[in-house]
């Protein structure tokens, strides 16, 4: 009888968890995107704290990364930093007020530090409605 390999404890970096949403579901990006909500645009300096917050994960799952550390030093960074070139600003970042009433990405952070590297100071966001969220879940 083969034992089960004890499920590894991810550190997440307080910082993290208190800037949350704290959803009680995963979410499921493609339905994220169906959601028919307007595209508006916003001033970039509304969401540069986001950047000092570590929402990024290390090679082992830690939630301990920040963008503003992989902006400092892209080349130790190599999995973020391709994401961050290879991803298409065309589409608009998904925000929504976190659990302290700030906005926060609910997707669209490599295509928020992409836009802030090529100093844009206007980004188009699409702000999800809290009463909607629900429908992001994914399927069981």
Same mark, same amino acid.
């Given at each position: 009888?083969?034992?089960?390999? /004890? ?10 968890? $208190?800037?949350?949403? @704290?959803?009680?579901?995963?979410? #499921? ?8 909500? /307007? ?5 970039? #300096? ?10 990024? $994960? #290390?090679? $082992? ?7 503003? $550390? ?15 070139? @290879?991803? #298409?600003?065309?589409? /608009?970042? @998904? ?33 999800? /409605? ?11």
């Amino acid at each position: 009888m083969s034992k089960k390999k /004890p499920k590894k404890e991810i550190y997440v970096d307080p910082r993290h968890e $208190e800037h949350s949403f @704290d959803l009680p579901f995963w979410r #499921d990006n493609n339905k994220l995107w169906a959601l028919k909500v /307007p595209v508006e645009e916003m001033n970039m #300096d509304e969401l540069l704290w986001i950047l000092e917050v570590p929402f990024w $994960e #290390d090679e $082992e799952g830690n939630i301990v990364i920040t963008p503003r $550390e992989v902006i400092s030093d892209l080349e130790a960074y190599p999995y973020h930093r391709d994401k961050i070139k @290879d991803c #298409d600003t065309s589409y /608009p970042i @998904d925000i929504m007020r976190n659990k302290k009433g700030k906005w926060l990405t609910l997707d669209g952070l490599h295509r928020l530090v992409k836009m802030f590297l090529n100093k844009e100071s206007k980004i188009r966001v699409r702000k999800i /409605p809290p009463e909607i969220i629900h429908l992001t879940a994914r399927d069981k």
